[in-house]
T-cell receptor
Framework: EAAVTQSPRNKVAVTGGKVTLSCNQT?????MYWYRQDTGHGLRLIHY???????EKGDIPDGYKASRPSQENFSLILELATPSQTSVYFC??????????FGPGTRLTVL | QEKVQQSPESLIVPEGAMSSLNCTFS?????SIWWYQQHPGKGPEALI?????GNKKEGRLTVYLNRASLHVSLHIRDSQPSDSAVYLC??????????FGLGTRVSVFP
């Protein structure tokens, strides 16, 4: 069964601090995605990747960086966290045009 | 940029009834249209997708797509309390992942 895991599940950070959210998939999918989910905005795409070593900007990339060091791992990095980045973050993996499998989410609070 | 709108925002139905959800999108050349289900505190899970005009049925789910009117609908027959969740319509636009609507919250009461 497809499996996407995220860590940490909950995170409290301070404004201006660095935050790294991690995602691991055992599906052997080439594509991985980072979304954030906010009331009134729904799920929005931040960054995505076609494979190890590649990262692409999604619809709302400002303030975020991404890293794909291997087929299995995809990280989202907030170099200077701000309160506006308080949200629930979801990682997903999937083949092109096919079903995306989502992780359980990370709840991030920036104080 | 693709825009996806869903209606109604919320739906309350009795157990055994049909739940009908609507979604409109902005790009007739979009790839597949997906419906995801999301329970509180969980990630979305794919239910069904459609690419071609017409309808597709899987179990209690039926989805209808009309690309000319940029409209897709999801119908859940014989709704159960376990179907209570938020349903997200998502459009797959080439390689850039999914564009989601805000969702319809469905509540099924016994």
């Amino acid at each position: 069964e497809a499996a996407v895991t995220q860590s940490p599940r909950n995170k409290v950070a301070v404004t201006g601090g660095k935050v790294t959210l991690s995602c691991n998939q055992t599906n052997n999918h080439n594509n991985m995605y980072w979304y954030r989910q906010d009331t009134g905005h729904g799920l929005r795409l931040i960054h995505y990747s076609y494979g190890a070593g590649s990262t692409e900007k999604g619809d709302i990339p400002d303030g975020y960086k991404a890293s794909r060091p291997s087929q299995e791992n995809f990280s989202l990095i907030l170099e200077l966290a701000t309160p506006s980045q308080t949200s629930v973050y979801f990682c997903a993996s999937g083949d092109l045009y096919a079903e995306q499998f989502f992780g359980p989410g990370t709840r991030l609070t920036v104080l | 940029q693709e825009k996806v709108q869903q209606s109604p925002e919320s739906l309350i139905v009795p157990e055994g009834a049909m739940s009908s959800l609507n979604c409109t999108f902005s790009n007739s050349a979009s790839q597949s249209i997906w419906w995801y289900q999301q329970h509180p505190g969980k990630g979305p899970e794919a239910l069904i997708s459609i690419f071609s005009n017409g309808n597709k049925k899987e179990g209690r789910l039926t989805v209808y797509l009309n690309r000319a009117s940029l409209h897709v609908s999801l119908h859940i027959r014989d709704s159960q309390p376990s179907d209570s969740a938020v349903y997200l319509c998502a459009v797959n636009n080439y390689a850039q992942g999914l564009t989601f609507g805000l969702g319809t919250r469905v509540s099924v009461f016994p």
